[in-house]
C-alpha cells in the first residue's frame, strides 16, 4: 500500500509551524508529506525550503492566499487513487508518537468509518451531540451523528473521495459541509479517534520561539508572526457574509437538484461552470482581505 498522503498547510504563525511541523517528523512514521505555504507575510517559506526530510514529497508557496480550502484541494489533487489522504493544520501539536498507525488500525477494524479525526482532550468536553463508541480487538472510535469533525487533522479512507470529489469550493464551509456529505451522502460513518492526542496553543511569546534569533519581524511585547494572523484571518467574517450559499446548497443536495460530487479547479478533468462564479466570489474575498 502506497504510504498515506498528509496535506500540511501553513499560514503565518511561523513560531508554530516550527513547533508542529518538528512534532509531526519527529516520529518513524511512513507517509507523503505535502507542504503548502499559503502566501505567509513572515519567514514561513525560508524555514520550509530549508527543511530536510526524505518524507516531504512537494513544497508549494502561493503568490497569494486564496483560503484554506483552495490550498487542501490543491494538495488532495495530488493523491494516488487508493491512497488514505491526512489533512493538519499548523496548530496542531501531535502528542501521540507514532500516530499514523492509530488511525490505519481504526480504518482496518471498522470498515464502516470514513473519516476519523483526531482533536485536544478538552474538545470532547465541549462537544454536545451524541456520540456513539465503538469498539474491537483493542481500537475503538466515537461516531459522531450531529454536528461536524473539527478540520484540525483529518484522515479519510480513499474511497471518500471517489463519491465526493473535493471539499466544496462553491460554499467554502470546510470541515461542517465534508463532514455533512460524507455521513450523508456516503456509507461511511465519521468520527472522533480518541488513541491520537494533539494539542492546539495558538500563540506564545516570540522570546519562546526556536526562530527568534533569525527573526524579521521579532516583537517582544507583541508576537510578530502572531499579529500577522490575526490581522489578515477573516474566516469568521467570510461565514457571516456568505453563509447563505451552504443553506442553499444544503437545500438543492436535499431535493435532489445537485449530486454529493464536488468539483475542484486544481482538477483539469472537472467541469466547475455550474459553480465557477461563487468559487470565484470565495477565491477573490481571501484575495481582497486575506493577503
Not at 513547533?19 to 520550509?48: A, M, R
Request: charged share 25%; with cysteine.
Amino acid at each position: 500500500m502506497r504510504p498515506p498522503f498528509v496535506s500540511y498547510v501553513t499560514w503565518n504563525r511561523l513560531g508554530l509551524t516550527i513547533k508542529n511541523l518538528n512534532s509531526l517528523l519527529d516520529n518513524k512514521d511512513e507517509f507523503e508529506l505535502h507542504i503548502v505555504d499559503n502566501n505567509s507575510g513572515d519567514d514561513t517559506w525560508k524555514y520550509i525550503c530549508g527543511l530536510k526530510d526524505r518524507r516531504i514529497k512537494s513544497r508549494t508557496r502561493f503568490s497569494v492566499n486564496r483560503g484554506q480550502i483552495y490550498a487542501v484541494n490543491y494538495n488532495l489533487s495530488k493523491r494516488k487513487e487508493g491512497q488514505f489522504f491526512i489533512t493538519i493544520d499548523n496548530d496542531v501539536n501531535i502528542i501521540t508518537k507514532p500516530w499514523l498507525n492509530n488511525f490505519l488500525e481504526a480504518f482496518n477494524t471498522f470498515p464502516e468509518a470514513g473519516l476519523l479525526g483526531a482533536v485536544n482532550k478538552d474538545y470532547y468536553k465541549r462537544y454536545k451531540s451524541p456520540l456513539t463508541i465503538h469498539e474491537k480487538n483493542g481500537s475503538s472510535y466515537l461516531q459522531i451523528h450531529k454536528g461536524y469533525l473539527e478540520g484540525c487533522f483529518q484522515c479519510f479512507r480513499p474511497q471518500v473521495f471517489n463519491r465526493l470529489g473535493y471539499w466544496c469550493e462553491e460554499t467554502y464551509m470546510g470541515d461542517v459541509e465534508m463532514t455533512y456529505r460524507v455521513m450523508n451522502y456516503t456509507p461511511f460513518t465519521a468520527g472522533f479517534l480518541p488513541s491520537v492526542e494533539i494539542s492546539q496553543d495558538q500563540a506564545f511569546k516570540c522570546s519562546e520561539c526556536k526562530y527568534a534569533k533569525h527573526c524579521r519581524i521579532r516583537d517582544d511585547n507583541y508576537p510578530g508572526c502572531i499579529s500577522l494572523r490575526d490581522k489578515y484571518y477573516i474566516n469568521t467574517q467570510f461565514k457571516k457574509k456568505y453563509k447563505l450559499k451552504y443553506t442553499k446548497y444544503l437545500e438543492e443536495l436535499t431535493n435532489g437538484k445537485r449530486g454529493p460530487y464536488c468539483a475542484s479547479v486544481h482538477d483539469a478533468k472537472a467541469d466547475c461552470t455550474r459553480c465557477k462564479n461563487s468559487m470565484e466570489e470565495n477565491f477573490n474575498y481571501y484575495i481582497r482581505f486575506s493577503n
